[in-house]
């Protein structure tokens, strides 16, 4: 016999226990208001449990195992190191472990949320429902993040194939990993199962990294390459064939056909949001392929009691935007404060070594915006000294500069440039300009100095040119 359902209240309803999601029912039931929490799958969404943890953590583990092969050249003997797979996974889970309780639905409750773990999806528009529950709320916020694109390639449905969703529970390393998609997730996934033992085919129907600084893109496209990752650009997958052990892709390109066999394949094409089995037409919240439309503070277009942040907002697919997000609906719908998710200073990374670090415009969109009058000043790794001295002097810092000295992006391929990347982020969204990453200290020898270094460079015709010469010779004239 089916139990009744219950009834219920609240000041806000959220649907999605990941970053975006957790973020908002923490920073809501701390400022004293009712909130029940929606969450289906497990708590902490994709990042903690199938994206960013777990693939970090492997990330790390073919880091070291690539350091075993090349530490000849600090005077240690170089080894083939002896990857035992399941101890890699047990690494892995054991992250996602350490990690999960700040995640809990206990921490949660504790926080005076009610927690209900059940698929959520609206009645009305201000009503939500589940198999035990219905909450009539004042506001509800969308936060059911995406999932990985299965792109209508014949065949593809027939054989068994790998998303970040499966990934990382596999039973053995692939002898030989396909990956479709050559964007940060591939790239990343590439160089981590090549370096702990895996054959690695990426296919990618434009340029790899496709998105990021070109100059830096081609340079970690070589260095991937020159590591042992085959990169097929250019290369569409037209047909899927075979089965498990045994995966066999068909591709096109300008030189024709290609035909690339391996033992598991992995899709990562992109995300796609989950509009699906949420209601929204009942609960007359607009939406598209990108996701939820809303306003630019993250409210939706239709339905006024309703917001959207993380993935399904359709703004953007990474873990800090959905945390930027939460931080943009607290201070706007509960505070009552001015708040757009609207910024030219995004930070994106991608995390293959050395990482590639992105924030604001490329080169290439700060021309089209603003043609010659954009200015680029870099600085290489070679030419820092912390670099020389660890024997890792791939990359360079690229400020990207417009009219008026602002910053309008930069680019960082090198070890360390998320971090590194943080300084320049810094500036950008509190508004300072070029003469700001000149202003401060930087220690010595960090690889953090290329920030300054590449913006000294930028002022050193002003500094050193023939008026401020001629300024100083009359200066010394002074007693």
């Known amino acids: 016999m089916k139990s009744e359902i219950r009834d219920m209240k609240a000041d806000l309803v959220v649907i999605g226990a990941g970053s975006g999601g957790l ?82 639905q206990e921490r949660f409750e504790g926080l005076g949320c009610v927690v209900i773990r059940e698929h959520a999806r609206f009645a009305d528009k201000n009503t939500v429902v589940s198999d035990t529950t219905r909450v009539k709320a004042r506001r509800i916020v969308i936060a059911a993040g995406s999932r990985a694109v299965v792109p209508p390639i014949p065949g593809l449905n027939d054989v068994p194939y790998l998303t970040n969703e499966t990934l990382f529970d596999i039973d053995e390393l692939p002898e030989h990993l396909i990956i479709l998609g050559g964007g940060p997730i591939g790239m990343e996934m590439a160089q981590a199962f090549h370096r702990l033992g895996s054959r690695v085919t990426v296919i990618e129907m434009e340029k790899a990294l496709g998105r990021a600084d070109q100059g830096h893109a081609r340079q970690a496209v070589v260095a991937l390459t020159a590591e042992g990752v085959n990169i097929l650009e250019g290369h569409k997958a037209s047909k899927v064939s075979g089965g498990a052990g045994a995966i066999t892709v068909t591709t096109q390109s300008e030189a024709g056909e290609t035909v690339v066999t391996g033992s598991h394949l992995l899709l990562a094409l992109g995300r796609t949001p989950n509009v699906e089995q949420l209601g929204l037409e009942e609960g007359g919240v607009s ?173 050193q015709p002003k500094v050193f040119g023939g008026a401020m010469k001629r300024a100083v010779s009359i200066l010394q004239r002074i007693p």
């Open 287 to 459: 939406f598209n392929k990108a996701g939820i439309v809303t306003k630019d503070n993250l409210r939706s277009v239709s339905n006024s009691k309703v917001w959207a942040v993380g993935d399904i907002a359709g703004r953007g697919q990474f873990t800090h935007l959905a945390g930027w997000h939460a931080s943009i609906f607290v201070q706007g719908a509960l505070m009552k404060l001015p708040a757009k998710a609207v910024t030219g200073a995004f930070p994106a990374v991608t995390y293959i070594q050395p990482e590639l670090a992105q924030v604001g415009m490329t080169e290439d969109e700060a021309r089209k915006t603003h043609g010659d009058k954009v200015k680029i000043s870099e600085f290489p790794f070679h030419e820092n000294d912390r670099a020389i001295a660890e024997r890792s002097t791939e990359g360079s810092a690229k400020l990207i500069i417009g009219p008026g000295d602002k910053i309008l992006g930069a680019s960082i391929y090198g070890e360390g440039a998320g971090d590194i990347l943080q300084i320049i982020a810094y500036a950008m969204a509190n508004g300072q300009k070029m003469r700001s990453l000149t202003s401060h200290i930087s220690p010595y020898p960090t690889r953090a100095e290329v920030v300054k270094r590449a913006a000294s460079l930028y002022f």
């Open 23 to 104: 973020s908002i029912a923490s920073g809501a039931a701390q400022l004293g208001l009712s909130v029940v929490l929606y969450e289906k799958g497990d708590m902490g969404g994709d990042c903690l449990n199938t994206g960013c943890v777990p693939s970090k953590a492997l990330i790390h583990a073919g880091k070291l195992a690539q350091s075993m092969r090349d530490s000849e050249k600090f005077g240690i003997a170089a080894t083939t190191p002896q990857v035992d797979w399941s101890q890699v996974k047990a690494h892995v889970h054991g992250v996602i472990e350490q990690i999960a309780p700040v995640d809990s």
